[in-house]
């Protein structure tokens, strides 16, 4: 067995493995950063990589764990260090990532996170905690008031389990202190991500202390940013081939495609990395650059996961590499472009999409990225939907698509296998409901009761849920592969 991966074997990597340029020891603590999956890992901290590669070493990244020690207990052995694999079927390329000073677990140690989130040096709060860790009702922006960890945080404050808990103590100290707040950087799928946050934070703040709510919504900057990199679960597969390439084991790399984008909104009171030089995109106005990508990335992975779900397909490329999916995700793509801004290319970027979904040696599952789908419909596919069903515009691929993700819902697939994807919001909802016995009109006016996904507006279109309803006994009568070949035929 090799050595492990870590500051001391960092010279002793296989050639042609990309090292940190900096030393490690000179890098100081800038960015706190919540959530550290693999995405961070793969997006925003290679990122922060190429800024201290270029010398600025006020920006290391202190990463916190608000659940679990998984990823403390694969990095910290290492120094924090892993690898990243870019990977497009034409030969891996790796690099070692040393933006990472430290992994924190914040349940173990909440008040290590508090001080580190009021160190004068830290300039900046990342997040990236997906949808479900905002505890918020999306789509109308409000606190989960009754949520458990809420309650917790509000009776408990200095030692919160929440990012709102975090955010809002963490504020509070440098406020207290007389130390400048930091900069809040959302970097989650969610429409105006940076206001979306700050509406919750000054609702949870205010709750208990009004000063300190007009303080965030006066004093703190807030900027939107769009994400975006592919980034499937690591398998043990990658973990041998790290090893073998490496010459060194790392329990954790993170795999990615080589696309990495960020698109971000210019306002950092308190200064920021210089990291236009790594290819972000600095813009006044993030939002039609954020509905481009949760519209036509996002909402064509979740119409593309719940197909794989539903037919027993494993991975994206499997179900865009059936001709039909990659018709009907076509058709997707331009209705829902009708509703993008004039200013964004649609038409590059489905091009690029449509490579990017047909990467051969991803393996990106479709079950990963079904996991949690309720809490995704709505910003990434319902949306647009309403919008060009208010229009009066073209929907027929849209609507097609929420048929395709209730019959993913209904627990087994096609051939009669359980779903074991997690999406918790969507099991309790459903332990309530008796689905298989039900016809598609019945199981449609069914879902139109889940209300954390569909408003209330929606039994007002009438029209479009007609559409979804036949589309869904299609699927149920023929199967959705064979449903979706019959309603978006070749062009002859
Ligand atoms: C995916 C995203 O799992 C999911 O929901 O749609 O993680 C997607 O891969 C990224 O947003 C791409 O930037």
New binding site residues.
Partial sequence: MSARLGDATLSLLAPGVVTPAYRRSAVTPGIVHLGVGA?HRAHQAVFVDDCLNRGEHEWGIVAVSLRSPETRDALKPQDCLYTLIQRDGSGDRLRAIGSLLDVVVAPESPEQVLRHLADPRIRIVTLTITEKGYTANLATRTVLWDHPDIQHDLENPGRPRTALGYLTEGLKRRRDRGIAPFTVLSCD?LPSNGRTLKALLVQFAGNGDRLLANHIEQQVAFPSSM?????PATTDDDRAEAASRLGAEDAWPVVAEPFSQWVIEDHFPEGRPGLEASGMEFVTDVEPYEHM?LRL??GA??TIAAIGQSAGLATVADVFGEPVAQRFISAYWKEVSATLDATVDAVRYCERLAQRFLNPALR?RTA??A?DSSQ?LPQRILAPLAELTDARKPAGAVAFAVAIWMRSCLGVNESGVANSVSDPALAAWRRDQDLSALSAAEIVDAFLGLSSVFDARWRERTGVLDEITSALEQINRVGTLSAIAGAFPEKT
């Fill in positions: 995405f799928n994400v975006d990199r592919i980034v990508k990335l996002n992975h979740t990106h990963q990225i996991m995704k």
